[in-house]
């Protein structure tokens, strides 16, 4: 839904779900949602039903729309699914997104949901296996889902003071057996690593991106894509931001001399706690392996995190569901580059 032009559904007062602070909605922040707690949260959505009807009012807002033709009447079925006029076809309130093709009962997912948005460092599938009783095979997938829609909550850039950081993801070097160290991999080399560039707003949200290399040409496109042109940006002294620095007003802390902190506010301290506080230690102490392949996705995670840091958690998990975005099947995922 356009949360920007769009009222969200306004709950009677016997709803144990939402309780809506005022009329006029546009964010599920406006929302004082009665759950502070995984314990609480299965007492919000003790059925299936519950949690049907939950996810029919956030999408349809009393207004069922046929995701075959929009202008098409809908008809409600003694199932509790919905009929299409014009198609022929039955739909329900999981078509189009992430929940579509699942098997699993929503409950479920509205779990999963809410431990791996409010986990500060995270849940390994592993641990989520165990935690709602499925395969892990199955609460990998699932996460993997569910990190699909953390992509971009938003398509507005970063604006005001902006910091610009590389990290590289991948083992130490020393720890490796010795017929698998790699040669010439200190400082920026990405032989055995994967660099990873940070945008980060000051005071704002963040944006990560895997790139292939941290030369110029693949550090400018993704800059100039999200950071708006009358930006400050503060950024070390490594070579490949020399074309932005012609473009944005910059500044640039000399980090190869001992200088952290220049005149003016130059420093790019704030985007080195993210990468510590925020994905370093999600990494170390509770994913511990992370492929290439699905790397931007978890990076996706550790930014959505990072941006509703200023949320409670059962705030969190209601802006999760105003982007649900559309489903991948597994397939798609283990085949997908």
């Known amino acids: 839904i356009n949360v920007l032009n769009t009222n969200l559904p306004y709950f009677p007062k016997s709803s144990k779900l939402l309780i809506p602070k005022n009329k006029t909605l546009w964010n599920m922040r406006n929302f004082t949602l009665k759950f502070n707690s995984l314990f609480d949260l299965q007492a919000a959505f003790p059925t299936e039903k519950s949690c049907i009807r939950f996810l029919e009012q956030i999408r349809w807002n009393g207004n069922i729309i046929s995701p075959f033709d929009s202008a098409s009447k809908v008809y409600k079925r003694n199932d509790g699914s919905y009929r299409c006029k014009n198609s022929g076809k039955n739909f329900n309130a999981r078509i189009g997104t992430i929940f579509e093709s699942s098997k699993l009962p929503l409950r479920k997912w509205f779990m999963a949901i809410y431990m791996l948005t409010s986990n500060k460092k995270g849940v390994s599938s592993m641990q989520l296996a165990k935690d709602i009783h499925v395969t892990q095979k199955t609460a990998w997938f699932l996460t993997q889902r569910i990190r699909e829609t953390f992509i971009r909550r938003t398509s507005d850039k970063l604006t005001g003071e902006v910091e610009l950081d590389e990290t ?153 569901f105003l982007h649900l975005g559309g489903h991948i099947t597994y397939n798609q995922l283990i085949q997908k580059s």
Not at 218 to 241: C, F, K, S
Not at 244 to 270: E, L, P, S
Not at 281 to 297: C, D, E, F, V
């Open 168 to 320: 590289f993801v991948g083992g130490k070097n020393k720890n490796r057996h010795w017929n698998k160290k790699a040669k010439k991999c200190q400082g920026r080399s990405f032989v055995d690593k994967v660099p990873v560039l940070g945008m980060l707003e000051r005071g704002g949200r963040v944006i990560c991106k895997v790139v292939r290399n941290t030369s110029y040409k693949q550090l400018t496109a993704p800059i100039l894509r999200n950071v708006e042109r009358n930006a400050m940006l503060y950024m070390d002294e490594w070579v490949g931001y020399k074309t932005v620095q012609k473009v944005y007003r910059h500044a640039v802390v000399d980090h190869g001399h001992g200088i952290y902190v220049a005149d003016g506010g130059a420093y790019t301290n704030t985007i080195e706690a993210f990468w510590s506080n925020y994905c370093k230690r999600a990494i170390i102490g509770t994913y511990n392996y992370l492929s290439k392949k699905h790397l931007q996705r978890y990076f996706d995670e550790f930014s959505f995190r990072y941006n509703t840091r200023k949320v409670k958690e059962n705030e969190r998990f209601g802006d999760y």
